[in-house]
């Protein structure tokens, strides 16, 4: 994106990835819900775990470097130094699976289709792609609108290539459990339509040897297994139903795994440092509800929110609170905002909260029972100055007596103690909170059309924010079914300042404008902030060998590999 490229033509293979990693072996992996298609392109259904494996992109991101990508499909990347297009030069051994060849045609028309029928993220992602055209047999170019967006090169070779003759004669936007035709080193073995789907490695994948896939993809199969929840998943790995799961509830991490598979080493416990900002998770407000609309009444009710309670009596002191939709990085807006950040923001002085200018965000922390009534006492004030007063013990609206209610949506029963503890603070105001879980795929369609007061949510980032900050928070997106935009923000500095992060010729700028945008998402307080880590919790079964090196921005676990002399070790625990 910015800089000089980590690996230099010619290399043998990513640092974090080793050469020698034997291939062979069968892993299991939880997945929670269900799963109804096989398209993991388009709007409708829900798509099964790992499906994305079976099909292959232009360019790969390496993970050891903030945003560079190398060539899988595409063998030879042009563009010039404004780059206003580029062009793919495909590798003439590049298949499907069929052992038809890649081409340039498979590339437009995917293009195509996504634009035209894909789910409305790849509209959002692609929007400021004019056209694609091949060149040739192996040649496409992308041609991008004017305005700068250096990013968009890069941007384009994450893009799929999808078999043109496969998908002659189907439709692109429908559920499917025929495996699609794809060109990965993984295809579609068996499929337990909602309860199961296992992908076995293609043992000619055509692009196996590439320095990009040197030591990777080593399992010869991969099972997803589905359960109800997270409490039946966890219950099940410890059992030694499957092998390997991330845990991100505090609780479990510090308590569930006391059992004799842990305490002899069989199940091995593990924490991975990472350097990958952790985004943004938080309790979000659908301002599209008149009762969100006011920011005063979203800043009261966020002084309800007893985090550190929270973490010392729920997650075992495990977390630091999020003041940042980019923490962990340089990239989260620090102090008050220096001269760079203040010549994007004073144009938009009328329209931003004051604090923008003034303080560093801290979101309401109180700690200890005399801070907890200062802070709803504070909260208070500030439903009172947005029209809202107490009668009769209730909160409601001066004007209409409409009490101040509104649900809490959830899709796991383990958020529950979170949610209800949240509520019965909220009670004390006045205000009726109530929690309901449901289902994850009713859960999935209700946050697709925007149908929900508020809910947890995660909006996962880089250390090259870009595109994607349009589908999180524009306004052109805020209607879009199926946006990220999930809090409704329809604000023209958010939009101006995403458009100005896209634009960013180097690194400064872009951190400079990530901050001055990062600043206004906050104080507008779309989202009362939750709490990150900064390491992957990992537990397992011990049958597995890593490499010596980690990448910093993932996990990396498509570089591990079944030890063989380890591999009866969950089969014993199960029986």
Do not use: C
Request: net charge positive; hydrophobic share 40%.
């Amino acid at each position: 994106m910015y800089g000089e490229l980590k690996y230099d033509a010619g290399f043998a293979h990513f640092a974090y990835a080793s050469p020698s990693a034997p291939k062979g072996g069968e892993v299991a992996l939880a997945a929670i819900g269900m799963f109804d298609t096989l398209n993991p392109f388009v709007l409708r259904g829900r798509a099964a775990a790992g499906i994305h494996a079976t099909f292959d992109t232009l360019m790969v991101a390496s993970a050891d470097e903030p945003f560079s990508t190398y060539g899988l499909v595409a063998e030879r990347v042009e563009t010039p130094p404004d780059r206003s297009w580029v062009i793919f030069t495909l590798r003439p051994e590049a298949r499907f699976h069929d052992g038809t060849a890649i081409t340039a045609d498979d590339v437009v028309w995917t293009f195509e289709a996504l634009r035209a029928e894909g789910h409305p993220f790849y509209r959002a992602y692609y929007a400021r792609v004019r056209r694609a055209d091949a060149l040739g047999a192996r040649r496409v170019k992308f041609t991008f609108a004017e305005g700068e967006n250096r990013e968009l090169p890069l941007i384009v070779g994450q893009m799929p290539v999808l078999s043109r003759r496969y998908w002659s004669g189907r439709s692109f936007d429908a559920t499917t459990l025929a495996a699609p035709l794809g060109s990965g080193p993984y295809r579609v073995e068996a499929v337990d339509p909602g309860r199961s789907v296992t992908y076995r490695r293609v043992a000619d994948y055509w692009a196996a040897r590439l320095p990009v896939n040197v030591g990777r993809h080593n399992f010869d199969r991969i099972q997803h297994e589905y359960y109800r929840d997270a409490t039946v998943a966890l219950e099940a790995f410890k059992a030694g139903a499957y092998d390997f799961r991330q845990e991100n509830i505090a609780k479990h991490w510090a308590t569930a795994y006391d059992v004799p598979a842990a305490a002899d080493g069989r199940i091995v416990k593990q924490e991975i440092p990472h350097r990958i900002p952790t985004g943004m998770q938080g309790f979000v407000y659908n301002t599209r509800r008149e009762i969100f609309r006011d920011r005063r009444v979203r800043h009261a009710l966020a002084h309800a929110f007893d985090f550190p309670w929270m973490n010392e009596h729920l997650f075992y002191g495990a977390y630091s609170r999020t003041r940042s939709y980019f923490s962990n990085s340089e990239l989260a807006a620090r102090g008050r905002p220096g001269a760079a950040e203040l010549a994007l923001l004073t144009p938009f002085r009328d329209r931003l909260p004051a604090e923008v200018f003034t303080r560093e965000y801290r979101p309401p922390s109180p700690d200890g029972p005399l801070e907890r009534r200062r802070a709803l006492a504070a909260g208070l004030e500030l439903l009172r100055a947005a029209g809202w007063v107490v009668r009769d013990f209730r909160l409601v609206d001066a004007r209409t007596g409409r009490p101040l209610s509104f649900e809490i949506l959830l899709n796991d029963p383990s958020f529950e103690r979170v949610a209800l503890h949240f509520a019965k603070a909220l009670e004390r105001l006045g205000v009726d909170a109530r929690v309901r879980t449901v289902d994850s795929a009713q859960y999935e369609h209700r946050l697709e059309h925007f149908d929900f007061d508020m809910t947890v949510a995660v909006w996962p980032q880089s250390l090259s924010p870009g595109n994607e900050q349009v589908d999180y928070w524009t306004s052109a997106r805020a209607s879009q079914p199926g946006s990220r935009n999930l809090a409704g923000i329809t604000d023209p500095a958010v939009d101006h300042l995403v458009a100005r992060l896209i634009a960013a010729p180097d690194r400064e700028s872009l951190v400079v404008r990530t901050r001055a945008l990062d600043r206004v998402l906050l104080w507008n307080h779309y989202l009362i902030p939750h709490w990150h880590l900064s390491v992957f919790r990992v537990a397992y079964w011990n049958k597995f060998g890593r490499p010596a090196v980690s990448p910093p921005y993932a996990l990396g676990f498509d570089t591990w590999w079944i030890e063989p002399a380890h591999e009866p070790a969950r089969a014993a625990a199960a029986r």
